[in-house]
């Protein structure tokens, strides 16, 4: 297998892990924002992207958009879906929550019919979740830790589901949170989905390296990346996994516009949570994030989220976070010049791009 470093070529042929097949083309996505646009709007988007040069989409599992300006919040399932009907790439869940508004079957078994609905293309990204999704059937809001275990207890149901039904045969399961009844899913891909673990924390990472196929890293510093990178690798060494074998995935916040202006205007206003230096998974309803939100200055977004006009430093950054190993990097330009963004990065970035 190529190395992630080894020498430069177009980023569409370098050789890289991906869904159903190791040798793969290293993919820049397109990461569709479910809290930022209409549904039908996500499905043109992302076949737009495809038809620029963007690679798969990542989309995440949200019932809520983080501030009201945002406007959308619609189910991954339904659009994910829906573009397996309208692109071609990969399709991920970057992420997906199985342990508060979903039971992890449930889970399970969404993934496994878009898995077999569109072969080799599906992954599967799940995270410990944030109160202003996961709040909302009532339930008690537990500390970090417990969420976490949580996630890890909630991906052994979904890989006990997914082991025993490829060979027809039932799962069960009983556990500190979850239950399973002796049960199975009638329909499954002929392999089942790789499971990544998004986590920015350094236990998670640990674990997951044990556990999962995948890390998902949503924006971070490049020192904290590094990190969790080590971890990840220690964790997958620790039971005897091959730590190349992992697959590394970025969800990278931008703001690009063609004035500088413009885009500072766009991170302020459809994305101020980029400029939060403050913990927020415990905040629970947009209007209460919109106040938080005001606190938010352009000086903020400084280390944690590019904000500039100029393609080229947009390229330095990306090619900064290829340079460290990610197999797949999800772009999500915060404003809504989405086509305007596309084609600039489709002619002044991507081609510029190499592993």
């Known amino acids: 297998m190529t190395s992630r470093r080894a020498c430069a070529h177009s980023v ?3 050789p890289a892990k991906s869904v159903g097949s190791p040798a793969a083309t290293l993919a820049i996505g397109y990461a569709a924002m479910l809290e930022q646009f209409h549904p039908t709007e996500v499905l043109e988007l992302s076949s737009y992207a495809e038809s620029r040069g963007f690679s798969g989409v990542m989309a995440a599992d949200r019932f809520q958009p983080w501030v009201p300006q945002q406007g959308q919040a619609s189910y991954v399932w339904n659009v994910l879906g829906a573009l397996g009907q309208t692109t071609t790439g990969a399709l991920g869940t970057g992420m997906t929550v199985p342990t508060f508004r979903q039971h992890p079957a449930m889970v399970a078994q969404a993934s496994a019919t878009l898995a077999a609905m569109y072969p080799g293309r599906h992954w599967l990204g799940v995270g410990s979740g944030e109160a202003i999704d996961e709040h909302v059937t009532g339930t008690y809001w537990p500390e970090t ?3 976490i275990n949580r996630m890890f207890e909630a991906i052994e149901v979904v890989k006990k589901l997914f082991t025993a039904s490829i060979l027809g045969r039932d799962a069960k399961h009983t556990g500190p949170y979850f239950k399973l009844e002796s049960t199975r899913l009638w329909t499954m891909p002929e392999v089942p989905p790789e499971i990544f673990v998004a986590t920015a ?16 890293i949503d ?14 690798d220690e964790g997958a060494r620790e039971v005897g996994r091959d730590p190349s074998h992992g697959t590394k995935v970025l969800r990278l916040h931008l703001s690009w516009a063609p004035t500088a202006e413009a885009a500072m205007s766009n991170a302020l206003i459809e994305w ?33 989220m590019l904000v500039s006009e100029d393609p080229d430093v947009h390229r330095a950054s990306i090619q900064r976070y290829l340079d460290l ?16 963004w596309i084609d600039v990065f489709a002619s002044d970035v991507l081609p510029r791009l190499s592993a």
């Open 12 to 14: 569409n042929a370098v």
């Open 145 to 147: 830790a417990e969420r």
């Open 201 to 216: 924390g350094p236990v998670a990472a640990k674990r997951a390296g044990r556990t999962v196929e995948g890390l998902i």
């Open 219 to 232: 924006g971070a510093p490049i020192d904290k990346i590094e990190g969790l990178f080590a971890r990840f």
């Open 272 to 304: 101020p949570n980029g400029g939060m230096r403050f913990p927020r998974s415990d905040i629970r309803s947009p209007f209460e994030f919109e106040q938080l939100a005001r606190l938010v200055r352009p000086e903020d977004f400084e280390g944690r």
């Open 325 to 340: 190993g990610f197999d797949r990097i999800y772009l999500h330009n915060v404003g809504r010049n989405q086509r305007e």
